[in-house]
């Protein structure tokens, strides 16, 4: 006889521990399945834990915040450089400029993970429903057995 698989409700995990593991590209419901396919393209479905990431609406939030980001710290050093330094104008023009490729190429795909785990942790959109959780139950006892199905040594066929 096989286990009986019953399904349960899985519970949905907290805020931080969402954005951390979309950040760092995992899966935000079980940490373990991989969110991208590839660069910027979230899988239809977590490979470990089956939640359907293809619901997602991150939209243009992701790109907003590395301009923010980026932005806020590359314009600092930037001013920084200039009222505070003799920096040569040539490299200022070719410095910052790939600084700021470099460092909104690299942050693209971790804050856009973190802001599906953002809308992962609060339920928006097709994060609403949580996949469920199998687990086996072990098979109840066998019954007892009646009186017809226990065969008397001298009644079998002949
Ligand atoms: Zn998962």
Redesign the pocket.
Known sequence: MTARVETLPAERTGLVTSMTRGFLG????????RMFGRFLKVRPN??????A?HSHRADDLPPYVVIFIVGHIVGYFILELETNYDVPLWFQLSFWPVVTLGSALALLQPVKGAVVGLQYALGMGGFATL?VRSVAVSPPEEPQRGQSDIRSPGLGPA
Do not use: N, V
Request: hydrophobic share 20%.
């Open positions: 995992r899966c935000p419901h079980c940490g373990e399945g977590c490979d470990a834990c089956g939640l990431l996949p």
